[in-house]
């Protein structure tokens, strides 16, 4: 989306790096991420308060009552909080409580404390949250103007923006974090793409490297922006890290949604190997030699089109995410480029996959749209049921479909990924769809097999028809010699007035 995600962007960040000192990246990632969560489970907690205030002066409620020893009683009753799918807040773990103690020089012993009982109280968040707040020699003055940050920001807004604060820290904190940066976060436009082509309305979610869980959460804003229920998405993750699984179950929390994530390494350790999931959406590490390929037993039920060798664990993920796939299911995901071309016993692999009809969509993505690696990148979309568009693959080049964020980003904005996305629905709806010399073709199996395999999108869309240029050469030439002109003598005014200042300061040249 092209502007700013959230306002306050420069503050929030400036104050983190207060913050920062000489903590490592990863560690004051925790705890800004960890602060965030927590108001935001404060937050929830005090809407509820207000819900059950509003009950208990309701006539027609099985909480009304008058009395204010009861509507007391109300208050403090846990049920009214977790029947409503709220965290229980202890009172010295409350939001208020640590903004009046952000002055004093304990308050990381009372956030850290504020983060124990919260976990005491709620099992669901046992060793989740982050207990670091007097580590590191943390600066704790400037751990009170945090506080105090995030309140004054937050104050008047919804829940939905402390999880957008959330995920504006994460995509910073990804950007910051070198080449383990993205590992946890998959940049929103690309997460969005993934979401608006699959359409993911209701069902299973699979993500088998699902970091930090971008991939479940937008899932989860594209049903609510087509007023689906969040009650009929059933989210299930995989993560190699112990940090990044916290990660995903608070991004997970922070927008009220539920869902099973698991420990454990993919490629020896599939922690659900019964699954067969409606969606699969992942960003899984591109090339990812020395994976372990020794340790995968021959007979492994993933590797029915052949056994992916060690130097590159492209061919693991793509046969890993058609295996979770149910009979009508459908995925999309990220690669690096090379494994749309590869030859070698990838591409014997790629070659089977096609010949299976497997492949429903290829979409060429542009350039530097992740933060910690150049190498470039496609989706995949695979779909078990082809039905209406049987022996057939959609190609889309979108290497020129973006928008300059920086010298160093790209990214999509809402109408770019809608331009993007809505040539697949058409294609997937059935539609004889016309092909767009340079942008989208659709392609025969027999075609494919005539191009080796290979599924580039460039290779069939072709090169976009450049528009004819009907100005004269004379009259062009005799425009651009005018403009010329004048920016040469706007360029000698500007070196004399820059020369007449450095003459005041006594450095004339």
Known sequence: MAGKEI??????????????????????????????????????????????????????????????????????????????????VHENARWSY??????????????????????????????????KYLAYGLDQHNLGQIITLLTNITAGHDKDFLGRIYEYYMSKFAERGGSKGGEFFTPSSVV?????????YKGR???????????????????????????????????????????????????GLS???????????????????????????????????????DDDPRFKYGIVADGNANYLWVQHFITHLSNNGLAGFVMANGSMSVSGKEGEIREKIIRDDLIDCMVALPE????????????????????????????IDARKIY???????????TEQIEQIASVYHAFKAGEDIEDVKGFYKVVDTKTIEENRFVLTPGRYVGVEEVVEDD???????????????DQFQRSNELEAIIRANLEELGYGV
Not at 262 to 285: C, E, R, T, W
Not at 471 to 485: A, D, I, N, S
């Open 259 to 297: 869902g099973e994530i698991l420990m454990g390494n993919s490629y020896h350790n599939d922690q659900f190997k019964s699954l067969k999931a409606d969606f699969v959406i992942a960003n899984p590490p591109f090339n990812d030699s020395q994976w372990g390929a020794a340790r995968v037993p």
């Open 403 to 413: 928008y300059k964020v920086d010298r160093a980003h790209n990214s999509l904005s």
């Open 98 to 131: 640590l903004l009046e103690n952000a002055t004093q020089p304990d308050i990381g012993k009372k956030v850290n404390d504020a983060m124990k009982l919260i976990e005491e109280e709620n099992k669901d968040l046992k060793g989740l949250l982050p207990k």
């Open 192 to 200: 969005k793409l993934l979401v608006e082509m699959l359409e993911p």
């Open 471 to 485: 100005e004269p050469f004379v009259e062009k030439m005799e425009r651009l010699t005018l403009e010329l002109h």
């Open 368 to 395: 530097r749209l992740f933060y910690t690696t150049g190498i470039p990148a496609c989706l995949w979309f695979v779909s078990k049921n082809k039905s209406n568009r049987a022996g057939k693959t959609l190609f």
């Open 205 to 255: 979610i699979f993500d088998p490297a699902c970091g930090s869980g971008g991939m479940f959460v937008q899932s989860l804003k594209f049903i609510e922006a087509h007023q689906g229920k969040k009650s009929e998405l059933a989210v299930y993750g995989q993560e190699n890290i112990e940090d990044y699984v916290k990660l995903c179950k608070m991004n997970l929390a922070i927008r």
């Open 7 to 88: 306002d306050f962007d420069k503050e929030l960040w400036t104050a983190a790096d207060l913050l920062r000192g000489n903590v490592a990246a990863n560690e004051y990632r925790d705890v800004i991420l960890g602060l965030v969560f927590l108001k935001y489970l404060s937050d929830a907690f005090f809407v509820r308060q207000e819900e059950i205030k509003s009950l208990c002066a309701d006539k027609t409620s099985d909480l009304y009552t008058d009395d204010p020893e009861e509507i007391s009683f109300e208050l403090k009753e846990r049920d009214n909080y977790t029947s409503a799918n709220i965290f229980w």
